[in-house]
């Protein structure tokens, strides 16, 4: 239960950190129905996509020593957040590596970068008292 509320926590502020941006380069607040599309198409990519990201980071958690910094886990929390960035650009554009380019990606790519950087956090967070005991 601990990690799908973590999972809300970190994909919450990543919709935070994506509104942010696009009031900052773009000056757009969006409507409370696309707030309602985006949010709800974000979360369920999230979720999926937890399949795949959830494993990587536990297992790097594990590896970690408690003394060590927690940059390269943060660091790899926000790269393995490729892949629900690639769901969502799927399913509003289709499948090509050129959609990486459109403006929406980087949009993106901030609302999921954040979202595995504060999850990566988390775990690491939770993982530093068990190796003290």
Known sequence: MRTVVWLLISWAVGL????GALVALR??????DN???VGSVTLVAWFV???V???????????????RRRGGLALVGAVVAIVPLWLNLNFWYGWNPR???IGEAGFLGVHYATSGLVLSLLLAR????????
């Open 16 to 19: 935070a950190a994506y509104g």
């Open 27 to 32: 000056g757009e607040v969006l409507s409370l």
């Open 35 to 37: 707030w309602t599309l």
């Open 49 to 51: 996509s937890s399949i």
């Open 53 to 67: 990201i959830l494993p990587i980071l536990r297992l790097l958690v594990s590896r970690r020593s408690p003394d």
């Open 99 to 101: 959609h990486l380019l």
């Open 126 to 133: 939770q993982a530093a008292p068990q190796a003290k005991d």
